[in-house]
Structure formats: structure tokens, C-alpha cells
């Protein structure tokens, strides 16, 4: 066969194998199609699929298959990230900041510190930091990756439990709104190239210059407009980054979160956002996938990863019990907001891709805290829907009697 015709059976592959799991196992209860696809993705790498079968392993994947699925996946996972920041209501965050701000920063907070001392254990080990990694590098970005919130995914999964226009769903945008700002401003630290400042100076400078000539001229525009020019910003911004040394999934996420999302009809941008996960997200969840690596019977591999969930867990509702004390929340609150803050999906895949690509943690590293990511998006569903439902009719309860 031909790189063409490999790369299409590759495609066959991405979009049919996770869509026939999903659809006759009947997993969307407790692994919405997201999650399948991204588990997907794991086991068709080389962890998986690669050991079972390395000679057909080896002939669908290809160096040529490869390179071209990682651009597709380059500039999938740049809309997302683009349309994730454009999500952040900031005018909302400020007009609730006293409960905002303290919701978020114990949300973000106290997992941060569990992270980090679930980092700490395993500096003591080799194989988990990379080569290019500093201890402090390591031990924040670990910390980090235990904090995230993935703010999309999030939105699915309150679209999923119907509470997303509801106040409650409201509230969780908001926390999770502000935790966003402060990953990717952690990661921008994090990723700092003392030898390369000149030039991430200059793309911050170069940034801060452009961004209110690219809101006046998006202001004046059309809407057909907007769409286009939206694009030539989030690749501008995408290179300006990567060429900087920050990683263009930082300039991606900047492109959105200057862009105001009354610029472009709702529904157009509900579009996109699901044509996005339908049609090129699946290729990211595969590339990732790819970089997945671990030994038949590595055990470590699943420990860490477990040790990092409960580190990511328990960091959460801990962070959200604190919050409710100190805001005096309703009873079973506090459990609600902290399990579904920690929903994790596609953002700690997205930084977990630039600690590797930056060579922080090694691909065993990668591959524990993906299993993470998957397995606390995957019990959020689960351990929410019981308690959304007692709270409703501990309500209806409530109504009746008064």
C-alpha cells in the first residue's frame, strides 16, 4: 500500500473503533464518546496495540502516517484550546469575585499542593522527570496537572446532568473559568526559557500591542468576517508563541481569550465546537495515544497513576470543603462542586503533551497522568448524577412541607 492509503486505514481505525465501543457497549453513562476516544487512543499506541501487534503496528504507523496526524491533530487541538478561552466570561468572574476567587483558589490550590507532594515522592525515583527537567519544573508541573479543571469538558458533562444553565452550572463556569486563567499562566512560568527571554519578551510586548488593534478591526467587521480573521489570529498567535519557546498551545489559548464570543452567533460557535470534537479531536486523542509508553506488566505505570488521581481527588473536594465552610454553602454542596471540578478530559491532556514536548516528564510520566486524566473524567458522571438527584428532591421535600 501507499502512505495514502496507510493513512486513511489509520483514519478508519481513529473514527471506528472508539464509535463501535461507545455505541453497542452502551459506555455514554459513565464514558461519554470523549472519553472513549481518548481511551481509544491509549490502546491503539504502541503500549497496547503496538505491543500486541508490532509487525501491524508498525506497517499502519508509519513515520510519514504520523507526521501527517500530528498536523491534523497541531491544529484540532488549536481550536479547542482557541474556543476553550473564548468559554471565559471574565465580565461575570468580576461582577461574583469574592466567591469566585475563593472557590477557585481552594479548588486550584490544595490539589496543586497534593500534586506536588505526590511529585515530591517520586523524585526519589528514576524515570519519571525528563531530561530537560528541573525539579521545580517537575514538581509544578505535576502539581499543576493534578489541579487542572477541563472547562470544555466540563460544559459536556453539565450538558450531560442538565444543570449547565441552571445557577449551580453557572457557578462551576465561573470557578472553573478563573482556574484556566491560572494554569495557563502557571504553565507560561513553567515553560520560561531564561536563554530565550528576548524573544518570549518580545512575543508578550508584540502581543499586548496588537490584541486592542485586533479587537477594534474584529469590532468593525462582519460576522462572516470575524470567522476568517479569527483563524489568521489563532495562527499568528499560535507561532508567535511556539517561536518564543512558550509552545503554541499557550498562543492558541491567548488568541481566544482576547476574542469576545458575542462577536459570533451562539449557535455558530456550538457548531464548531462539536464539529471540532467530531471531526479532529479524535486525530489528537490518537496522536497522544502514540506517545503513550509502557512495558507489559509495568506496574509503576498504574501505580502513579493512581497515586496522582487520589492526589487530584481528594485535592479537590478537600479544596471545595474548605470554600463551602468559609461561604457557608448548602449541605452536600461542597461534594458536588468539588467532584465535578475535578473532571480533568482534554486540558490535562493538552498539558501533559507540552511537559513532554518540553522533555519535563518522561513518556512513562505522560502515560500515568493520561490514565488519570481519563479515570477521574470517567467517575464524575457516576458519583455526580446520584447526588444532583438527591439534592433535587431533598428540595421538592423542602417545598412540599413549607
Same mark, same amino acid.
Given at each position: 500500500?501507499?502512505?495514502?492509503?496507510?493513512?486513511?486505514?489509520? +483514519?478508519?481505525?481513529?473514527?471506528?473503533? $472508539?464509535?463501535?465501543?461507545?455505541?453497542?457497549?452502551?459506555?455514554?453513562?459513565?464514558?461519554?464518546?470523549?472519553?472513549?476516544?481518548?481511551?481509544?487512543?491509549?490502546?491503539?499506541?504502541?503500549?497496547?496495540?503496538?505491543?500486541?501487534? $508490532?509487525?501491524?503496528?508498525?506497517?499502519?504507523?508509519?513515520?510519514?502516517?504520523? &507526521?501527517?496526524?500530528? %498536523?491534523?491533530?497541531?491544529?484540532?487541538?488549536? !481550536?479547542?484550546?482557541?474556543?476553550?478561552?473564548?468559554?471565559?466570561?471574565?465580565?461575570?468572574?468580576?461582577?461574583?469575585?469574592?466567591?469566585?476567587?475563593?472557590?477557585?483558589?481552594?479548588?486550584?490550590?490544595?490539589?496543586?499542593?497534593?500534586?506536588?507532594?505526590?511529585? *515530591?515522592?517520586?523524585?526519589?525515583?528514576?524515570?519519571?522527570?525528563?531530561?530537560?527537567?528541573?525539579? #521545580?519544573?517537575?514538581?509544578? /508541573?505535576?502539581?499543576?496537572?493534578?489541579?487542572?479543571?477541563?472547562? $470544555?469538558?466540563?460544559?459536556?458533562? +453539565?450538558?450531560?446532568?442538565?444543570?449547565?444553565?441552571?445557577?449551580?452550572? &453557572?457557578?462551576?463556569?465561573?470557578?472553573?473559568?478563573?482556574?484556566?486563567?491560572?494554569?495557563? %499562566?502557571?504553565?507560561?512560568?513553567?515553560?520560561?526559557? #531564561?536563554?530565550?527571554?528576548?524573544?518570549?519578551?518580545?512575543?508578550?510586548?508584540?502581543?499586548?500591542?496588537?490584541?486592542?488593534?485586533?479587537?477594534?478591526?474584529?469590532?468593525? =467587521?462582519?460576522?462572516?468576517?470575524? @470567522?476568517?480573521?479569527?483563524?489568521?489570529?489563532?495562527?499568528?498567535?499560535?507561532? /508567535?508563541?511556539?517561536?518564543?519557546?512558550?509552545?503554541?498551545?499557550?498562543?492558541?489559548?491567548?488568541?481566544?481569550?482576547?476574542?469576545?464570543?458575542? @462577536?459570533?452567533?451562539?449557535?455558530?460557535?456550538?457548531?464548531?465546537?462539536?464539529?471540532? !470534537?467530531?471531526?479532529?479531536?479524535?486525530?489528537?486523542?490518537?496522536?497522544?495515544?502514540?506517545?503513550?509508553?509502557?512495558?507489559?506488566?509495568?506496574?509503576?505505570?498504574?501505580?502513579?497513576?493512581?497515586?496522582? =488521581?487520589?492526589?487530584?481527588?481528594?485535592?479537590?473536594?478537600?479544596?471545595?470543603?474548605?470554600?463551602?465552610?468559609?461561604?457557608? @454553602?448548602?449541605?452536600?454542596?461542597?461534594?458536588?462542586?468539588?467532584? !465535578?471540578?475535578?473532571?480533568?478530559?482534554?486540558?490535562?491532556?493538552?498539558?501533559?503533551?507540552? !511537559?513532554?514536548?518540553?522533555?519535563?516528564?518522561?513518556?512513562? +510520566?505522560?502515560?500515568?497522568?493520561?490514565?488519570?486524566?481519563?479515570?477521574?473524567? *470517567?467517575?464524575?458522571? $457516576?458519583?455526580?448524577?446520584?447526588?444532583?438527584?438527591?439534592?433535587?428532591?431533598?428540595?421538592?421535600?423542602?417545598?412540599?412541607?413549607?
Amino acid at each position: 500500500m501507499n502512505t495514502t492509503e496507510i493513512f486513511l486505514l489509520a +483514519m478508519l481505525l481513529i473514527f471506528t473503533a $472508539p464509535y463501535l465501543v461507545w455505541r453497542f457497549c452502551k459506555t455514554d453513562y459513565f464514558a461519554p464518546l470523549v472519553i472513549v476516544q481518548i481511551i481509544g487512543g491509549i490502546v491503539l499506541g504502541p503500549g497496547v496495540l503496538g505491543a500486541a501487534f $508490532p509487525d501491524y503496528y508498525q506497517f499502519v504507523f508509519t513515520a510519514p502516517v504520523v &507526521q501527517s496526524l500530528n %498536523g491534523i491533530a497541531w491544529w484540532g487541538v488549536m !481550536l479547542f484550546v482557541m474556543l476553550a478561552g473564548m468559554e471565559l466570561d471574565l465580565k461575570k468572574v468580576w461582577q461574583y469575585r469574592r466567591e469566585s476567587a475563593t472557590t477557585a483558589g481552594f479548588a486550584l490550590g490544595v490539589p496543586l499542593l497534593f500534586g506536588c507532594a505526590a511529585a *515530591m515522592l517520586l523524585l526519589g525515583y528514576q524515570g519519571w522527570m525528563g531530561v530537560k527537567g528541573k525539579n #521545580w519544573q517537575f514538581l509544578l /508541573g505535576i502539581g499543576m496537572a493534578c489541579a487542572v479543571t477541563a472547562l $470544555p469538558v466540563l460544559v459536556l458533562l +453539565m450538558e450531560k446532568l442538565d444543570i449547565l444553565r441552571q445557577p449551580m452550572g &453557572q457557578r462551576l463556569l465561573r470557578y472553573a473559568s478563573l482556574d484556566d486563567v491560572a494554569i495557563w %499562566g502557571v504553565l507560561a512560568i513553567i515553560l520560561l526559557d #531564561w536563554e530565550r527571554m528576548g524573544r518570549q519578551a518580545g512575543f508578550l510586548l508584540a502581543f499586548a500591542v496588537l490584541t486592542p488593534l485586533f479587537r477594534r478591526l474584529m469590532a468593525r =467587521l462582519g460576522e462572516d468576517d470575524r @470567522w476568517y480573521v479569527s483563524l489568521i489570529w489563532l495562527a499568528l498567535c499560535g507561532f /508567535g508563541a511556539d517561536w518564543a519557546g512558550l509552545h503554541f498551545m499557550v498562543g492558541a489559548f491567548l488568541a481566544g481569550v482576547v476574542m469576545d464570543a458575542h @462577536w459570533f452567533e451562539q449557535r455558530k460557535l456550538d457548531m464548531l465546537f462539536k464539529h471540532v !470534537l467530531l471531526v479532529l479531536m479524535p486525530v489528537f486523542f490518537l496522536s497522544t495515544g502514540l506517545r503513550t509508553k509502557w512495558d507489559a506488566g509495568s506496574y509503576p505505570v498504574f501505580f502513579v497513576a493512581g497515586l496522582l =488521581l487520589l492526589a487530584s481527588v481528594g485535592g479537590k473536594l478537600a479544596g471545595a470543603h474548605l470554600a463551602g465552610k468559609m461561604l457557608k @454553602w448548602k449541605q452536600g454542596e461542597a461534594s458536588i462542586i468539588g467532584w !465535578l471540578l475535578q473532571t480533568k478530559g482534554l486540558i490535562e491532556i493538552i498539558f501533559a503533551n507540552i !511537559l513532554l514536548d518540553k522533555q519535563i516528564i518522561t513518556s512513562d +510520566m505522560f502515560t500515568a497522568l493520561l490514565l488519570m486524566a481519563a479515570a477521574s473524567t *470517567m467517575l464524575t458522571v $457516576p458519583v455526580v448524577q446520584p447526588r444532583l438527584h438527591r439534592e433535587s428532591h431533598a428540595g421538592l421535600m423542602q417545598q412540599a412541607s413549607s
